[in-house]
């Protein structure tokens, strides 16, 4: 099992500029998210996802989109990229066991917005 | 506003040392409690959690001590190695609820 696999590992954007940070899982978990990771700030939840076809809002979801057409792909859309956006991102799926589930993450996509 | 918060942002250790690592929470309908750990370039992976029914857990050198009257629980690294250099964030859920609210992270540099 190659677990949660993210492209790409690096990008810059300038202002203005859209992209799309791909995540797959190959272990059929159900929930799938998508964190931010910002120096001394911890993991901000920016979207969501219990199953394919339902997404919902986490902590900081403005400025970002996702769509969830499959179990294994869950891509985070960036559309009039800002500097603020300027973060590592992370993918993570659950397999929904109960409360507390194990989350497995992805390597992260080091963004850079200039 | 950070759900969990977590001190010390950063500390250094000498080998064979002990790290300890707190946090502290408000909602009181959080009780899972795991810590992940972070390796520079890498995603963060499970290290040990906890649930308020116990005081305390210990896997190897990893130990989480909980105080639910405190609303605190603390990460403890006993015997320090250089291996176990790495961002480590606490993190909290509540019943039924599979979405953690993370702390902020702390550094630790273990010195040989």
């Known amino acids: 099992n190659a677990g949660v696999t993210q492209t790409p590992k690096f990008r810059i954007l300038k202002i203005g500029q859209s992209m799309t940070l791909q995540c797959t899982q190959d272990?059929?978990?159900?929930?799938m998210y998508w964190y931010r990771q910002d120096p001394g700030m911890g993991l901000k939840l920016i979207y969501y996802s219990v199953g394919a076809g339902i997404t919902d809002k986490g902590e900081v979801p403005n400025g970002y989109n996702v769509s969830r057409s499959t179990t294994e792909d869950f891509p985070l859309r960036l559309e009039l990229a800002a500097p603020s956006q300027t973060s590592v991102y992370f993918c993570?799926?659950?397999?929904?066991?109960?409360?507390?589930?194990?989350?497995?993450f992805g390597p992260g996509t080091r963004l850079t917005v200039l | 506003q950070q759900q969990v918060k977590q001190s010390p942002q950063s500390l250094i250790v000498q080998k064979g040392g002990i790290s300890i690592i707190n946090c502290a929470y408000e909602n009181t309908a959080f009780d899972y409690f795991p810590w992940y750990q972070q390796f520079p370039g890498k995603g963060p992976a499970l290290l040990i959690a906890?649930?308020?029914?116990?005081s305390e857990k210990k896997e190897g050198r990893f130990t989480i001590s909980f105080n639910k009257s405190a609303k605190q629980f603390s990460l403890h690294i006993m015997d320090s190695q250089p291996g176990d250099s790495a961002t480590y964030f606490c993190?909290?859920?509540?019943?039924?609820?599979?979405?953690?609210?993370f702390g902020a992270g702390t550094t630790v540099t273990v010195r040989a």
């Open positions: 906890i649930r308020p029914d116990v």
């Open positions: 272990m059929n978990h159900n929930y």
């Open positions: 993190a909290a859920a509540g019943s039924g609820d599979y979405k953690l609210s």
């Open positions: 993570a799926s659950s397999y929904p066991q109960g409360q507390g589930d194990e989350q497995f």
